[in-house]
Nanobody, 115 residues
């Protein structure tokens, strides 16, 4: 059973930074495509960033230049470095792993950007 555990969320002032981490128990982690999603209150879950098994990355326009996604296959982890945070970045952030035709989700971590 694949398990994903996010960490690193919290409360930060506008302009601040946070680093989210996702630890996975998947044996074939290195072959999976990884993503960060977020869901704000009253809104649909949206894809924020993704990184493929060959380290190709992509970002939603609203976070380009501010967020950086990375993975460490030796540690079975994925990170999201978030800089220049804005109040509109406030949401629950989820990590997602697509592997073997299946999708796995973490439980989410809350990020709140507020003065």
């Amino acid at each position: 059973q694949v398990q994903l555990v996010e960490s690193g969320g919290g409360l930060v002032h506008p302009g601040g930074s946070l680093r989210l981490s996702c630890a996975a128990s998947a044996r074939d982690f290195r072959y999976g495509a990884l993503s960060w999603y977020r869901q704000a209150p009253g809104k649909q879950r949206e894809l924020v960033a993704h990184i493929t098994e060959i380290d190709s990355t992509g970002y939603v326009d609203s976070v380009k230049g501010r967020f950086t996604i990375s993975r460490d296959n030796a540690k079975n982890t994925m990170d999201l470095q978030m800089n220049s945070l804005k109040p509109e970045d406030t949401a629950v952030y989820y990590c997602n792993l697509k592997l073997g035709g299946r999708a796995f989700w973490g439980q989410g971590t809350q990020v709140t950007v507020s003065a």
